[in-house]
């Protein structure tokens, strides 16, 4: 007999997930909004100039994901990860569920990280979707043309779509940053309306602490700077510097908040429901 | 087999802020019972079971299943299955989804066993609907399914009974017979002495989280005591023969009703009515009243919550038992 383990809760918490309303909402979400942006930019040839790559939006569909990342890091993408990662330990409380998952044969560390690569997943799909959409709406709109660098230099077409790729790729290191934030949230707060929104809120507080006199020069230290890090992979010669501190930046978030969730959820009483 | 008990609860005791929902729990359930956990509202019973399924931390005490610590790995449950209060599951799948989850979670071989165990508790024909729209007896049958499938050897049930029909009482009942005379040792929670008279061989009585009583049944039966209920052709002559008798005692006759007295044994039973007999009072009817343990077990976790009174009663109580507390 082969032993359960953390596989067979991924497996399941994917089955899980895919029952229910609030994955699709969270996976809609991710491409409609490139969608809609998309459609608004056909109908109304303004260009957002005020961002990077806006100015480009009407010379190549390859503008259209880098701008959706851009603006998206503000809160969609966060709650986007948050919906689901702030749900997936607490709707087992709502549901009164934990005492019948956790009187069976898997430890609760295994449901744990099974649970952990299930929220993963989920926005790993999200972010990769909406990029995808945003792509092939862009082109669709504006075509698939040569993208200017942050340098000045142009790119292929081709490698262009490798550049946005690769932003993709880099753009999920804060969102799975995020992602354990919010499961630290659904462990602790046990009720994912309150994950969700505090998962937002932190987010959004991060983006303010800036403001703070004295305080700008956490910056670069600050999750919602990391959501930016993938530009350095358009300049020329690429900048890995601000993707290696991303990288960092985004575990010293990430690990945290798991490892406390974990211990939370290894000690907890598993009463009511 | 000189293996450890199912059971073996250790000075178990969970407190709650100022509440002490269970106090020093001390019992072993033996290999081959069906053992009762009989007391009211609030007594402990739940939070019990909860620590014995590793659910909850114990705050002094241990809970031990087959001698292993349910605090450490779940590898203690091997061989135990059951739930506490009323059996959850995930309303957005349907109920053979949701078997299929924890069969997983058990282990590859659970699964061959759903089929089996939706046909037990007579939900095949509604397994594939979402379980949030079952009732709450279905849920309860999908409970006993979800732990059937476990193939355990200690069953742990709270109280199963609740909330099913009478005919899925019965079944209910019927089942636990069943499985406890296929050789699996059974432990459930109850509130109904009827239900632990009718399935249990030992019996642990709880209030305010404290035991009251644990020990046979059949021991329990005889500290209550037989009181008999003898109606006869001439209670006048009955009444003489009654009075003065070894064995017999506490003889009392209200009007028209049937007379009653305490019985030390069964053979001074006997021995009365060959004397009635003889003396001319023919029985209609001699018969155990069957409210005597009833009455114990209310006078045990009923109670004013006067602590001297309380001790005096559990003296005498474990007097009568030999101690068996
Ligand atoms: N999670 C909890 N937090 C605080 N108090 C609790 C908790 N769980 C149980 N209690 C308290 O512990 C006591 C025992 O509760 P428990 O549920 O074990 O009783 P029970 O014997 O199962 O009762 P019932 O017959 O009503 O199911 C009660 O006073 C209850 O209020
Ligand atoms: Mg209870």
């Given at each position: 007999m082969s032993r359960p383990g953390t596989l067979t809760v991924y497996r399941w918490e994917l089955r899980k997930l895919r029952a229910q309303k609030r994955t699709y909402l969270g996976l809609g979400a991710a491409v409609l909004v490139p969608i809609v942006f998309s459609v608004a930019v056909a109908i109304q040839?303004?260009?957002?100039?005020?961002?990077?790559?806006g100015r480009y939006i009407n010379d190549t569909g390859l503008a259209f994901p880098l701008v959706t990342l851009l603006f998206g890091s503000i809160w969609f993408y966060p709650l986007i990860a948050a919906l689901v990662s702030g749900d997936i330990v607490a709707n087992e409380d709502n549901n009164g569920t934990l005492k019948t998952i956790l009187t069976r044969s898997v430890e609760r560390s295994q449901v744990f990280f099974g649970k952990v690569m299930a929220a993963f997943s989920y926005s790993i799909l999200a972010i990769i979707l909406s990029g995808v959409v945003a792509t092939i709406a862009g082109i669709i709109v504006s075509g698939f043309n040569p993208i200017p660098t942050l340098s000045g230099t142009l790119e292929t077409p081709e490698q262009g779509l490798l550049l946005v790729a690769g932003s993709l790729a880099v753009y999920l290191m804060p969102i799975l940053a995020i992602s354990s934030f919010a499961l630290l949230l659904s462990t602790v707060f046990r009720n994912s309306a309150a994950a969700v929104v505090g998962t937002l809120m932190f987010s959004l507080l991060l983006q303010l602490v800036v403001i703070i006199p004295g305080l700008d020069g956490l910056q670069p230290y600050l999750l919602s700077t990391q959501f930016n890090s993938w530009q350095g992979l358009l300049r020329t010669p690429a900048d890995w510097d601000p993707i290696i501190r991303a990288a960092w930046v985004c575990a010293a978030y990430a690990i945290p908040s798991l490892a406390v969730a974990l211990t939370v959820f290894l000690r907890r009483d598993v009463a009511g429901g | 087999m000189s293996e450890q008990p199912p059971v073996a609860l250790r000075g178990l005791t969970k407190q709650y802020g100022r509440i002490t929902a269970v106090d020093d729990v001390s019992l072993t359930v033996n290999e081959g019972d069906v053992f009762g956990y009989l007391g009211p509202n609030g007594a402990g019973k739940t939070t019990s079971l909860r620590m014995m399924l590793g659910l909850i931390t114990p705050t002094a005490g241990e809970a031990r299943v087959f001698g292993h610590d349910p605090q450490k790995s779940v590898d203690a449950l091997a061989d135990v299955a059951g739930f506490v209060e009323a059996p959850r599951f995930y309303p957005y799948l349907d109920g053979m989804t949701n078997l299929r989850l924890v069969a997983a979670l058990d282990g590859n071989e659970a699964k061959t066993r759903i089929d089996e165990a939706l046909d037990v508790v007579e939900l095949t024909g509604r397994a594939g609907d979402k379980v949030g729209g079952y009732s709450h007896g279905m849920r309860q049958r999908l409970g006993i399914a979800a732990a059937l499938i476990r193939r355990p050897k200690l069953l742990l049930l709270d109280?199963?009974?609740?909330?099913?029909d009478p005919g899925g009482m019965r079944d209910m009942r019927a089942l636990i017979a069943r499985l406890s005379a296929e050789g699996m040792t059974v432990m459930l929670s109850s509130h109904l002495l009827a239900e632990v008279e009718e399935l249990c061989n030992r019996v642990a009585i709880v209030r305010s989280g404290r035991i009251v009583y644990e020990g046979e049944l059949e021991e329990l039966r005889a500290t209550a005591g037989l009181t008999i209920r003898l109606r006869t052709s001439d209670d006048e002559v009955a009444l003489r023969v009654l009075s003065d008798r070894r064995g017999i005692s506490d003889v009392t006759r209200h009007g028209a009703a049937p007379i009653q007295f305490r019985a030390a044994d069964e053979a001074a039973i006997g021995e009365l009515s060959r004397a009635l007999a003889d003396s001319g009072a023919l029985i209609f009817e001699l018969a155990p009243s069957a409210a005597t343990l009833e009455d114990l077990f209310f006078e045990l976790t009923e109670g004013e919550g006067d602590a001297q009174a309380e001790e005096k009663r559990l003296d005498e109580l474990s007097d009568l038992t030999g101690g068996a507390q």
């Open positions: 040839p303004g260009e957002p100039a005020d961002v990077p790559f | 109280e199963p009974a609740t909330g099913l």
